[in-house]
Each structure stands twice: as structure tokens, then as C-alpha cells.
């Protein structure tokens, strides 16, 4: 579906005020872009073909057109349902560009569908670990312009301000969702992390190598960790469960997402809860996952130096970004669109909590470790053995099933 550059999209307004509301934000115009003009990519007649969701179409429609009436390039919007395969098997309709989640990359350049490009300064004004999301093997291929991640969420009576240390949180409970015994790896992880331990770190040669480092003392450390605080855990506890014991006050705060920020403000009020940043168990920072929507540049564009400014000077640009939340209500990676998003508070609050956050993994390797990560700290909660060897031993299943 192809969407004309002025009216068309329109007809979306109504569903776009749906996901506003929900995301708790409100709808207003996109913002105008300002840009001087630059004689250098004006060339009469050129076309930009960008392919996006209808939320991102509706926020880059002033953009796109303060992009034409700067340089003579006209920017389609083109509205897409399943970006994926179709990108992966476009051939001389390929668009110039291509706006979807970073973890993407994996498929788009194996297949060599995008190209790197210089964001020229421009990562200044965001999120890093948002930027590092689209970074490869020391080359950029995307900016990023919204992001999700989870945090600390609390009720205002229980927690009416950022806690100050992890047995602030203890004392008044402590609520993360282990999927009815399941285990749950990725709702741990900014535990873990605290402690200096990550799934993978990376070659320093080689940025685009990720080397297993499970198995190291930090990871040994958090397995003890585990093991010697299984009591602050519940074994079977779900969403369900854990709402239940919030509003009943035996717990004061869960570890979740922005998905549960509308939930909390039907039950308690818009007031009285608050998202934070995860306390450090371990002595260092806790770092969730990050995940992070962006714009990539397709390596068959035809004018890659006019995409490139498209994506960096106007799409990036802090009124672009402000744009886009306003269309999207995704929260924002740039700094200047977070700030305006103030008044709203699931987008604003989960983004402030997620400035210490790190891009989810998007190597292949990554789907190998979920489900032995997740029993093995199932197991450790159980006390089935010595943490120190159910640690060793997920680490090592892990090890043998990414071998190259």
C-alpha cells in the first residue's frame, strides 16, 4: 500500500489516537521541521522511497515534506504489514530506506540489504545504548528513534521515590514473574548484570565477534547470589499472581515492562505508581535489555548521500523525533523527544529507566542461551545442587551449541 504524500494518510488518524491512548499519551500535529536548504542534494525530480509501519508514516509526513520543499526530492511513504520478507525479497523495487526494530540486522545483513552510514555527530543527542543497538562491527547502520526496556515499577505507597539501594526494595517486596516456574532470564537480567555479568562480551578485535562469557566469575557470583536469596523469589509466580499480591500490598514492586504501565494506572491511579531505574544487587550498574526501533539505509538506494540526509538531518533532527512520539507514542531514544514527552507517563518515566539499558543481542547465537539460561536459574533457586556447578554446566551446554 502506497500512501500519497499529503492527504492520504489521514484516514489513519483515528487508529493512531487508539495507540496514543494506550501508550497513555495524547495526539497533536507532528511537529514542523526546520532545515536550511542544501544545494548540494537538490536535485529536481528524485524520489525516496522509505517503507514503515502507519504509525511511523503518519509522524514522518511533515517531515517528508519539509524534506521535499528543501531539496526537490520527493519522499513516498510506503505502508507495509510484513517488512521483513518483503524487503528480504525485494529486488528493483527496493525502497531507499527502511524504518523497523534493530533486531532485524541480523537477516538484513546477511542477505547485504543495508549499507553503513555516518550519523555525523548526531548520536550526541540520543540514548547510547540505542545507538549502539544499530552499531556493527564498528559501523553504524541505523538511527534509532524510539526504544523499550524494563524497569522497576512501584507503588507510590510503597515507593514513592527511586530507591536508593536493592534492600530498599526487598523490604517493602520485591514481585519478578518466573512463568509459573519456567524461569524467566530476560526479567533477571538487570540483576545479573549487576554484577558484571553479561551473556556475551565482545572480541576486541572484532567487534562483530561475541564471545560466551557465562562462565566467568561475575556469572559465578550471581549464581550465588541466586542461591543465597532464593527466598526473595516465588518459584510459580505469574502476571496474574503478582497483580494480585501488588494490590494487596504484599508486594510494592515488580520488575516489568511498559505493557504493564496502563494496568497500574487502572488500579492504582495515574499518580500512584512510578517507574525506576533497577537498583544494582551485584555493586555495579543494572543494565536491562534494550530493544530499539530505527531507520536503516537499503544498500540498493538510489541516492544514498539524499537518504542518508533524509534519515540523519531530518528524520533525526529533534523536532523529526518529536514527530514521530507524537505519532508512534513509542518512547523516545532521542533525548529532546523524551523531554517532550513529559507529560506522558509511561513513555517518559520507562525512558528515563532505560538510559542504562543494552541492546538486546542480535546475533543468532542469542537464541541458544534463553532456554538453558532459564532452567538453570530455576534450578539454582531450587537448590538442586551447588550453584557453582549448575552454572558451570549451563554454561557449558551453552558453549557447545553456538560452536562455530
Not at 500500500?1 to 493512531?16: D, F, H, N, P, S
Not at 536535485?43 to 509501519?53: A, I, K, N, P, S
Not at 539505509?297 to 539524499?306: K, V
Amino acid at each position: 500500500m502506497k500512501a500519497t504524500r499529503i492527504g492520504a494518510l489521514r484516514v489513519i488518524r483515528v487508529t493512531i489516537i487508539s495507540a496514543l491512548a494506550l501508550a497513555g499519551c495524547s495526539p497533536s500535529e507532528p511537529a514542523a521541521v526546520v532545515s536550511e536548504v542544501d544545494s548540494e542534494v537538490t536535485t529536481q525530480g528524485e524520489v525516496l522511497t522509505v517503507w514503515l509501519d502507519e504509525f511511523e508514516a503518519l509522524g514522518l509526513e511533515s517531515v517528508a515534506l519539509q524534506f521535499e520543499a528543501d531539496t526537490g526530492t520527493r519522499v513516498d511513504l510506503v505502508i507495509k504489514t510484513d517488512i521483513v520478507n518483503e524487503f528480504l525479497g525485494a529486488s528493483d523495487n527496493a525502497p531507499d530506506i527502511v524504518l523497523g526494530p534493530h533486531g532485524l540486522q541480523r537477516g538484513f545483513l546477511a542477505g547485504g540489504l543495508i549499507a553503513p552510514f555516518s550519523l555525523e555527530g548526531a548520536e550526541t543527542g540520543f540514548n547510547s545504548g540505542a545507538v549502539q543497538a544499530f552499531s556493527h562491527v564498528g559501523k553504524q547502520y541505523g538511527l534509532p528513534y524510539a526504544q523499550e526496556s524494563i524497569a522497576l515499577v512501584c507503588t507510590e505507597s510503597a515507593m514513592p521515590k527511586a530507591p536508593e539501594t536493592f534492600q530498599d526494595v526487598v523490604d517493602v517486596g520485591l514481585a519478578i514473574s518466573l512463568n509459573d516456574g519456567t524461569g524467566d532470564p530476560y526479567h533477571l537480567y538487570p540483576l545479573q548484570t549487576s554484577f558484571g555479568s553479561s551473556v556475551f562480551e565482545v572480541d576486541p578485535t572484532n567487534s562483530g565477534i561475541l564471545n560466551l562469557a557465562l562462565g566467568n566469575e561475575e556469572g559465578l557470583a550471581f549464581a550465588n547470589w541466586l542461591s543465597k536469596n532464593a527466598s526473595l523469589f516465588d518459584l510459580e509466580s505469574n502476571t496474574a499472581l503478582i497483580q494480585q499480591q501488588l494490590i494487596d500490598g504484599e508486594k510494592g514492586c515488580w520488575i516489568t515492562g511498559p505493557w504493564s504501565g496502563l494496568w497500574f494506572s487502572e488500579v492504582f491511579g495515574e499518580e500512584g505508581w512510578n517507574a525506576y531505574e533497577v537498583p544494582s544487587a551485584g555493586g555495579q550498574v543494572a543494565r536491562p535489555f534494550l530493544e530499539v526501533r530505527g531507520a536503516m539505509l537499503s544498500a540498493r538506494a538510489g541516492d544514498p548521500s539524499a537518504a542518508t540526509k533524509f534519515i540523519v538531518e531530518y528524520l533525526g533532527s529533534d523536532p523529526g523525533q518529536i514527530a514521530m512520539f507524537q505519532a508512534t507514542g513509542r518512547t523516545p531514544s532521542n533525548l529532546k523527544a523524551l523531554e517532550s514527552a513529559k507529560d506522558f507517563k509511561i513513555p517518559y518515566q520507562f525512558g528515563l529507566s532505560g538510559s542504562s539499558a543494552v541492546p538486546r543481542p542480535v546475533s543468532s547465537k542469542i537464541d541458544s542461551v534463553w532456554f538453558p539460561l532459564g532452567e538453570a536459574q530455576m534450578a539454582i533457586l531450587r537448590k538442586d545442587d551447588d550453584p557453582n556447578l549448575l552454572w558451570r554446566k549451563m554454561s557449558d551446554e551453552i558453549a557447545e551449541a553456538i560452536r562455530d
